[in-house]
């Protein structure tokens, strides 16, 4: 286990991180010094490390806002991991009830038996519950979210009338992308004012870089262009995509590169072809990443 020190040293796989969250808190249940291979690579953007720490100390919810493929997913696997607690991840969409989270009454041959769902597991267990994209579940999902996120930290299961209340370690992450956020699909204040929320942003040219080298193996030289590009066409403004060209993109790219695909395709049908169905649209990305082939 780690030592205690006044500013305990988080070491990553990839990345030694100096934290400012008190010793004894952050030690007592990190990765051992030989897990720490098992920690998925995270290059940090700023200090969301830090703050995953503090809302964690003190029992406090986490909100991450960002565009698609700018490492929210990744920073929470990474932050599971380095603390050493189960994690489970829910990619939430239109038909996601609260009984698929909380769980369900299944029958078998010996008859009716209770299963609980992921955020039942993580809560009894002390594990993270992520839900991802909490914007596009049903609203019932979100208000089974308020007892679990004040002084109470409960979790109340209605068909079987059980309260449970919160292990110590439990801790409840959401994420939702602003910009795919529409006046129906809002978070309520009500709800997104109780939690600590984190802004993500695609990285900077640097970090972006380090990440598609890291995760890939391409050359340096040949994800600085991948990154030129993305930040060319992440600075237009006057077309019509939803979505700029995330870091998941530019690494699909770099990945069929470096198994021989030619640059050029994996340019189209990786970064340009993903953001629009739009022929005219299409045209206009392709001018600009046509002047890097
Ligand atoms: P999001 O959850 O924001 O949609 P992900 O976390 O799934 O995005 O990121 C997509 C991919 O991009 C990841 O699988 C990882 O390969 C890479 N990635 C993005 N940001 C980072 C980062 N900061 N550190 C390491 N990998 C990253």
């Not at 720490?53 to 990744?74: E, M, Q, S, V």
């Not at 006046?183 to 109780?194: D, F």
Request: include cysteine; aromatic fraction near 8%.
């Amino acid at each position: 286990m780690m030592t205690n020190t006044a500013i305990p040293e988080i070491k990553t796989s990839n990345t030694v991180f100096h934290s400012t969250t008190p010793s004894t808190t952050l030690a007592s249940n990190a990765a051992s010094a030989s897990d720490l291979s098992a920690i998925p690579f995270y290059q940090p953007h700023d200090d969301e490390i830090d703050m995953f720490h503090f809302a964690r100390i003190n029992h406090l919810p986490l909100l991450l806002k960002g565009p698609t493929g700018c490492g929210k997913t990744r920073f929470v696997e990474h932050a599971a991991e380095q603390i050493n607690r189960p994690l489970y991840t829910v990619s939430c969409h239109d038909d996601l009830s609260a009984a698929d989270l909380i769980g369900r009454h299944l029958i078998d041959s010996s008859g009716t038996y209770w299963q609980d769902g992921p955020m039942t597991k993580a809560v009894r267990e002390g594990g993270i519950c992520y839900l991802d994209e909490i914007i596009e579940a049903r609203k019932d999902t979100t208000v089974l979210l308020h007892s679990l996120t004040d002084h109470r930290r409960e979790l109340y299961i209605e068909r079987t009338g059980e309260v449970i209340k919160a292990h110590k370690d439990f801790m409840l992450i959401i994420s939702y992308n602003p910009s795919y956020q529409s006046v129906l699909k809002g978070l309520k204040p009500s709800t997104r004012q109780r939690f600590v929320s984190l802004n993500f942003d695609y990285p900077s040219v640097d970090n972006e870089i380090e990440i598609i080298t890291s995760e890939t193996g391409i050359a340096p030289e040949k994800a600085k262009q991948l990154v030129a590009i993305a930040t060319d066409l992440r600075r237009l403004t006057d077309i019509d995509i939803k979505a700029a060209a995330s870091t998941r993109l530019l690494i699909y790219a770099a990945k069929m590169i470096q198994s021989g695909c030619p640059i050029h395709k994996a340019y189209q049908y990786c970064i340009v072809e993903p953001l629009t169905d739009e022929p005219e649209t299409i045209k206009a990305l392709n001018r600009v990443v046509h002047a890097y082939c």
